[in-house]
C-alpha cells in the first residue's frame, strides 16, 4: 500500500519559535496533500489543501499566515507553524493523494505530536 | 455544517461481545465515498473500508462489516466478537465528487475489555 511518512513525530518547542512539519510519500507521487489538525479527544480537521506547484488553499478560520505550506514537489509538502503559541499545540496529520489521482482515498501520515511551552 | 454524525461518543463492552458504530451522512452531491478509519492510542489512522456512493453492497472483512443504505443515509460498521485490540476510535468520513475533501465525524470511542 501507499506509504506517508511525517517528520519529526513529536516537537517540543518554545512559545514564539517556528516549526516545520514534512510530509512525504514514500513509494508513489503525490500531486495533493492535505494538512489536519486534531486537538485531544477531537476529531480531525481539515486546515489546508496543498497542490505541487501552486499556492495551498486553505479552510475557513486558518490562518494563512501562521500555517505555511510548501509543496514543492510530488513527494513533499511541507507545513510550518510559525511563532507558535500553546494554543498551537496539536496533532498534526498529513495526507497524499496518488498520482495517477485516486481522488476517493486520502494516504495518510503517521502524525506530528507539537507541545509548546 | 455537520456533514458526518456520529452519535454515541463512547462505547464499552466486554470481549467476544458485537459493537455497532453508528454514521449518518449529509450530502447533495450524487458522487460521494464513505470511509471508516480506526485511531488507536498511537494515533495513527488506519484505513479500514471505503465506498462509493453506486455501491450499496454490504461488506464483511473478517470480524468487521458494513451496512450502507442511501435510503436512511447511513454506513453502519459492526465489529463482531471483539477483541481487546479493537479498543480505538472510529472516524467515520464523507468525501464528496465536487472537491473529495474529507469531513470527519466526531468518532466514536470504542474500549474493549477482557
Known amino acids: 500500500g501507499a506509504v506517508v511518512s511525517q517528520h519529526p513525530s513529536r516537537v517540543i518547542c518554545k512559545s514564539g519559535t517556528s516549526v516545520k512539519i514534512e510530509c512525504r510519500s514514500l513509494d508513489f507521487q503525490a500531486t495533493t496533500m492535505f494538512w489536519y489538525r486534531q486537538f485531544p479527544k477531537q476529531s480531525l480537521m481539515l486546515m489546508a489543501t496543498s497542490n505541487e506547484g501552486s499556492k495551498a488553499t486553505y479552510e475557513q478560520g486558518v490562518e494563512k499566515d501562521k500555517f505555511l505550506i510548501n509543496h514543492a514537489s510530488l513527494t513533499l509538502s511541507t507545513l510550518t507553524v510559525t511563532s507558535a503559541h500553546p494554543e498551537d499545540s496539536s496533532f498534526y496529520i498529513c495526507?497524499?493523494?496518488?498520482?495517477?489521482?485516486?481522488?476517493?482515498?486520502?494516504?495518510f501520515g503517521p502524525g506530528t505530536r507539537l507541545l509548546v511551552l | 455544517a455537520q456533514k458526518v454524525t456520529q452519535a454515541q461518543t463512547e462505547i464499552s463492552v466486554v470481549e467476544k461481545e458485537d459493537v455497532t458504530l453508528d454514521c449518518v451522512y449529509e450530502t447533495r452531491d450524487t458522487t460521494y465515498y464513505l470511509f471508516w478509519y480506526k485511531q488507536p492510542p498511537s494515533g495513527e489512522l488506519v484505513f479500514l473500508i471505503r465506498r462509493n456512493s453506486f455501491d450499496e453492497q454490504n461488506e464483511i472483512s473478517g470480524r468487521y462489516s458494513w451496512n450502507f443504505q442511501k435510503s436512511t443515509s447511513s454506513f453502519n460498521f459492526t465489529i463482531t466478537a471483539s477483541q481487546v485490540v479493537d479498543s480505538a476510535v472510529y472516524f467515520c468520513a464523507l468525501s464528496e465528487a465536487v472537491d473529495y475533501k474529507l469531513s470527519f465525524g466526531a468518532g466514536t470511542t470504542v474500549t474493549v475489555r477482557a
Open positions: 495526507s497524499a493523494e496518488s498520482i495517477p489521482a485516486r481522488q476517493e482515498t486520502q494516504y
